[in-house]
């Protein structure tokens, strides 16, 4: 298998253990061909935890993700955590898998592993595959509350992940070069989560529509971002708005977005309703 050109990111899905060695060589491949990762796995995965740590070491390029489903399901103890320092802990988001005080336990143990972010992921189970998933729960509760149980309030556990340290944010995978695409992959990141954090505070999408506009068209743009911001050339832009245009010049002066975390705090703190 080889790679060449450049494209936004490599995703490597979980696979079966005959063709872990096929999973290294791409990722090796993507990464020299400098292109970014998204590399999927399990913690009942372990053969491949020594080379996707060695990867996670080469910076914003490589993101492990662990879904933790088959954690919660057959509750392994939290020694299968071991092997999560800076990656990224997917979370499915299923009463009878999961509840607050299972949470609070799971990210504290999470958060002393040097976990990089947790993902809070809605999950839409058919009834077959929730009967599937309840084969394995020894519970009557958890079982009912599988079919049964309100939807979790995502927010109460982003506040728990939040107080211990985590990130509630998954950050995107940058490639290697050339610089001008770096820089608009991460802006292009930036404004899409501010969007997203908006159509939470507003779910009528008035205030996200913009954010997400700006984030489409800088990652298809071919523009100089950082040259037409130094020289004050950002409004030539036509479809960067004003708030977009202000997150794009702080992100470009002080490689960050105020905005994101004003967003993230004021939605966390209950202003502004759930998005669905």
């Known amino acids: 298998m080889h790679v060449t050109g450049l494209d936004d990111v490599v995703y490597l ?4 253990a005959e063709l872990e060695e096929v999973r290294h060589r791409l990722a090796r491949e993507s990464l020299s061909a400098g292109l970014p990762l998204v590399i ?22 490589v993101l492990v993700a662990v879904d933790l489903t088959h954690h919660l399901l057959f509750q392994e103890p939290d020694d299968a ?15 009878g898998l999961l509840d607050v005080p299972r949470f609070a336990a799971l990210a504290e143990a999470l958060a002393a592993r040097g976990v990089r972010a947790v993902h809070l992921a809605a999950a839409s189970a058919s009834p077959a595959t929730r009967r599937a998933l ?17 939807p979790l309030d995502e927010r109460a556990l982003c506040r728990i992940a939040v107080e211990l340290g985590l990130r509630v944010s998954v950050p995107r995978p940058l490639p290697g070069a050339p610089p001008r695409l770096r820089t608009r992959r991460f802006l292009a990141g930036l404004l899409a989560e501010a969007g997203d954090l908006w159509a939470r505070v507003d779910p009528s999408g008035r205030e996200a529509a913009p954010f997400f506009r700006a984030a489409r068209f800088i990652d298809e743009s071919p523009h100089d971002l950082e040259g037409l911001a130094r020289d004050g050339n950002l ?13 794009v010049e702080e992100a470009l002066r002080a490689g960050r ?4 975390t004003e967003l993230r705090e004021r939605w966390l703190e209950g202003g502004g309703a759930v998005a669905p």
């Open 13 to 16: 899905p979980v696979t079966g």
């Open 40 to 61: 999927q796995r399990t913690t009942s995965v372990v053969e491949a935890a020594g080379w996707e740590r060695d990867l996670a070491e080469r910076g914003d390029a």
């Open 81 to 95: 955590l071991d092997s999560l320092e800076g990656c990224v802990a997917a979370v499915p988001l299923l009463p």
């Open 134 to 150: 309840g084969a394995h729960l020894s519970s009557e509760r958890d079982y009912a509350a599988l079919f049964h149980a309100p």
């Open 235 to 247: 409004r030539v832009l036509e479809w960067l708005e004003p708030g977009p245009r202000e997150v």
């Open 257 to 260: 977005g105020s905005l994101v």
